[in-house]
Structure formats: structure tokens, C-alpha cells
Nanobody, 120 residues
Framework: QVQVVESGGGLVQAGGSLRLSCAASGRIFSINFMDWYRQAPEKQRELVAR???????NYADSVKGRFTISRDNAKNTVYLQMNNLKPEDTAVYYCYAGGVVSGFTTRDYWGKGTLVTVSS
């Protein structure tokens, strides 16, 4: 059984920083890519950042230069360093592990999310 668990959300003032963590656990052989998504109230879930097993990264235009995604493959963990936070960054942040090889299966997994609230 593979589980994906996020942590690190909270309340921060505009201009502040937070670091989110996401750990995938279970009998995992490899994970192809790991993403951070976010969903604000009454808005669609959107991709914030992606990092592949090789370390390639992609970011949404809205967070480029402010957010940094990183990964520890040995720990099956991904991080999102968020700097210069803005009120519009307020959302539930979800971790998505793509191409998880566990035993004889390969599938994707979502975490349950962690809330980030940025006050003005």
C-alpha cells in the first residue's frame, strides 16, 4: 500500500515563506515524477510545479522565481519552498506522485492536501 502525505502548510503573512514536504511511503521501487498542485476556493486545481526523477523541473508562470521544487529520491520525498508569498497563493496544496512502481504495478497517487493561507 502506497501512501502520499503532505505537511508544512499553515498561515503566513504576505511576503513570508513556507516549506511544504510530501513523502511517499510503502513498497516503492521508483517514482517517475512528483508534482505540487493547488486548488483555491471555487477554482480548478492547477499544476504549480513538477520535478522528474532526473531532476528536471517545470513551474507555473504565476510562481516562477518565487517557488522552488526539490526532491530526495532516496526518501521518496518532494519539497516546495515558497517565498514572497501572496494572498493569491492561498489554496490547498496537493502532492501527486506519478508513475509509482510498486511490486508489479505502476500507478499514480494523490495526497490529501495541506492548507496554505496567506494574509494581506
Amino acid at each position: 500500500q502506497v501512501q502520499v502525505v503532505e505537511s508544512g502548510g499553515g498561515l503566513v503573512q504576505a511576503g513570508g515563506s513556507l516549506r511544504l514536504s510530501c513523502a511517499a511511503s510503502g513498497r516503492i521501487f521508483s517514482i517517475n515524477f512528483m508534482d505540487w498542485y493547488r486548488q483555491a476556493p471555487e477554482k480548478q486545481r492547477e499544476l504549480v510545479a513538477r520535478i522528474t526523477s532526473g531532476g528536471s523541473t517545470n513551474y507555473a508562470d504565476s510562481v516562477k522565481g518565487r517557488f522552488t521544487i526539490s526532491r530526495d529520491n532516496a526518501k521518496n520525498t518532494v519539497y516546495l519552498q515558497m517565498n514572497n508569498l501572496k494572498p493569491e497563493d492561498t489554496a490547498v496544496y496537493y502532492c501527486y506522485a506519478g508513475g509509482v512502481v510498486s511490486g508489479f504495478t505502476t500507478r499514480d497517487y494523490w495526497g490529501k492536501g495541506t492548507l496554505v493561507t496567506v494574509s494581506s
